[in-house]
């Protein structure tokens, strides 16, 4: 009965945590793709075919669905993956949709037409290729109107995250918060829309400064999950072990995470 979780690298784990506490029976596989991380500066038929072979990975383990802890791969690839690429009976889900539903005082799935809501100037920090694929702003086109949204694209800081460099990923964050105020020097709420940011999430606040309300991705991401899994329990899969597996150095890669996640995290060989 284990669910796969998918990411380019350390960043999902933000989502792993939440969901491991939110569902502590559930087996959860972790798949990082170290290897090839950052995703956010690759093209999209990159993306989607280092998405597809983690996925398959998954698959082996018996997770016949798997959570795409990845902004970048849910924006570029997903989509294209649940039309032409998904056999019968295998499921992937992207962390966008929650978030949005959130933001949009939303319940669960709710598809009813775009209607006003509180929020009206909103910041978005993601990945370069998160903000050109324009996802976010077409899944909240769907939910809600008269909501002027600012997108950051935030190069480098997936990349200082993995290479364990908190300073210059601390950094990196404010000029990236800095330029965005240049333009929107006033928002209302603020969406870290990649998996590694919670990981500085406190740096993003400290920056934004207290009036504005952060919003991130994992807590959001396990209720939709357990929602999910009351409505679909037959999408757990036959896996039975619980294991965090990355395309990296194994060694390296468990020194980064239990650095970042400031607990003790054991990758082994993908
Ligand atoms: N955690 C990924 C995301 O949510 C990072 C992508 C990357 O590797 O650049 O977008």
């Not at 993306?47 to 983690?54: E, P, R, V």
């Not at 100037?121 to 050109?132: C, E, G, N, Q, R």
Request: charged content about 20%; aromatic content about 8%; some cysteine.
């Amino acid at each position: 009965m284990a669910v796969g979780v998918f990411d380019s690298g350390l960043g999902g784990l933000t989502v792993l945590d939440a969901l491991q506490q939110r569902l502590p029976q559930v087996p959860f596989v972790y798949y990082g793709d170290n290897a090839h991380t950052p995703y956010g500066v690759r093209d999209a038929d990159d993306i989607f075919a280092l998405t597809c072979a983690g996925v398959e990975r998954l698959w082996a383990e018996g997770c016949d669905l798997v959570i795409i802890a990845c902004n970048t791969a849910s924006a570029v690839a997903l989509k294209r993956m649940q039309e032409t690429w998904l056999p019968p009976g295998k499921r992937a889900l992207g962390v966008f949709v929650p978030l949005i539903e959130a933001l949009t005082e939303r319940q669960w799935g709710d598809n009813s037409p775009p209607r006003e809501v509180a929020v009206k100037h909103v910041a978005l920090f993601a990945t370069p290729a998160t903000v050109s694929s324009r996802a976010f702003q077409r899944e909240l086109a769907y939910r809600a109107i008269g909501v002027d949204v600012e997108a950051q694209p935030c190069g480098g800081v997936v990349d200082a995250i993995e290479q364990g460099d908190e300073i210059l990923a601390e950094a990196l964050v404010r000029s990236h918060v800095d330029a965005l105020k240049r333009r929107m020097p006033h928002p209302e709420a603020a969406i870290l829309g990649c998996t590694h940011y919670p990981l500085v999430q406190k740096t993003f606040q400290d920056a934004l400064g207290p009036q504005v309300k952060v919003f991130s991705q994992a807590n959001l991401v396990a209720e939709s999950l357990a929602d999910y899994l009351t409505r679909r329990p037959e999408m757990l899969g036959t896996g039975t072990r619980s294991v965090n597996l990355t395309t990296g150095n194994p060694a390296q890669v468990s020194a980064r995470a239990t650095q970042f996640l400031r607990k003790g995290v054991k990758f082994e060989a993908a």
